[in-house]
């Protein structure tokens, strides 16, 4: 297996959209998922919610959203709807210590770990490199000191998050569930799940991202230059933490274009699997991926510092 280290953000170039084709019947992406090109009439939804919700988990409602934004990277257009089934979604995102009793529980071994290393920034060089002994229980490498219980595990690959996922009952959110999500299930059209600023009007940062220019110089103004405990920053107001920042969570999906999603063509080149939600690594000038919108993509295999996951179940 050919591994690769592919961080895409600032590296692409966008390939010409092919032209959407409007379906006004929908097309049944996943059996919770329909595909619009142009805004269906809204579906009757379900007044109440569950009887009862899982353990660590937000009720998501289902719902119309817009998928996309119109001044985003070129793979967040073009803008289009789904109407998506109500689902359970982890509050905060996998942590350390559960991935751990995972481990314990089941002797899975990583890829990182059966790779022998893993994906780090290196501080010195500015460069991504494949670090000897880096994995999630020490994800800048043996020398480094172990990643804390309750910061997200990160050094999973998509393959790791999949496997955690069935051991857990659940499953890896599709893309679109997850930005119906962080839109609030109310298709807030906002940059983040709480607004448009990172910070509160008295200071408060709200996420954990990178301040100042990548790769240069963090200034560290959130108080974090890597991961940050989940929950670490608030909720969102659906009750989700982490949806902005801190880590890129690994979503179900192959990479492809929006056009051809609603063309219901399938992925054109199916190596790469999304990741939403952004980084401690991310700053506006670089990708701001930490929007709503943002999406990064990176092979099944390959396991990074700054990329985790959260889990979800269908209710
Ligand atoms: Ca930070």
Redesign the pocket.
Known sequence: MIRRIQWVMGLLTAGMLAACQADPEGRSLTPTLTVFADKPDPMPQSASGPASVPDGMVYVPGGLTQIGADDGQAWEKPIFWVQVKPFFMDEHLVTVAEFRRFVAATGYRTEAEKFGDGAVLDETTKQWTLRKGANWSHPQGPDQPPAPDNHPVTQVSWNDAQAYARWAGKRLPSEFEWEHAARNATNSRTLYPFGNELKTSAGKFLA????GTFPEA?A?L????LT?PVGQFGKTPLGLTDMT?NVWQWCEDWRQNYADVVAGQPPANPTEKVQRGGS?LCEPGWCHGYRVSGRSFTSPETALMHVGFRCVKDV
């Not at 954990?208 to 301040?211: I, L, P, R």
């Not at 959130?222 to 230059?225: I, P």
């Open positions: 954990n991202t990178w301040n963090d560290v959130d108080g974090f230059h940050s920042g401690f």
